[in-house]
């Protein structure tokens, strides 16, 4: 399996933005949901938001009106655009397809986001 590239995330204030970037093989990719996922210090990874091979996207409530996720599929490239950023998103961030869990997809690195207050 060859795992999904995340890049992106860095040190940034409170109420400001970052663009996280995640490149995945075509078996990953094509024709399925793409999620991006968090992981909190001394948390478990939760999802973030997933979007559909469509364009329909689903947000965690705690994200809504702040985070976007979009994807190219000439590129089989997923995003996530995140404003307004607040202490509580510090973590690294993950992108998969969103059938993850039941499918043992190998995971990346993941990229850091720390927030600052």
């Known amino acids: 399996q060859v795992p999904p590239v995340e890049s992106g995330g860095g040190l940034v204030q409170a109420g400001g933005s970052l663009r996280l970037s995640c490149v995945a093989s075509?078996?990953?990719?094509?024709?399925?949901?793409m999620a991006w996922y968090r992981q909190a210090p001394g948390k478990q990874r939760a999802l973030v938001g997933r979007?559909?091979?469509?364009?329909?996207?689903y947000y965690v409530d705690s994200v809504k009106g702040r985070f976007t996720i979009s994807r190219d599929n000439a590129k089989n490239t997923v995003y996530l655009q995140m404003n307004n950023l607040k202490p509580e998103d510090t973590g690294v961030y993950y992108c998969?397809?969103?059938?993850?869990?039941?499918?043992?997809?190998?995971w990346g690195q993941g990229t850091q986001v720390t927030v600052s207050s």
């Open positions: 998969n397809a969103d059938d993850v869990w039941a499918t043992g997809r190998a």
């Open positions: 075509e078996n990953t990719f094509v024709n399925n949901n």
């Open positions: 979007i559909s091979s469509g364009g329909s996207t």
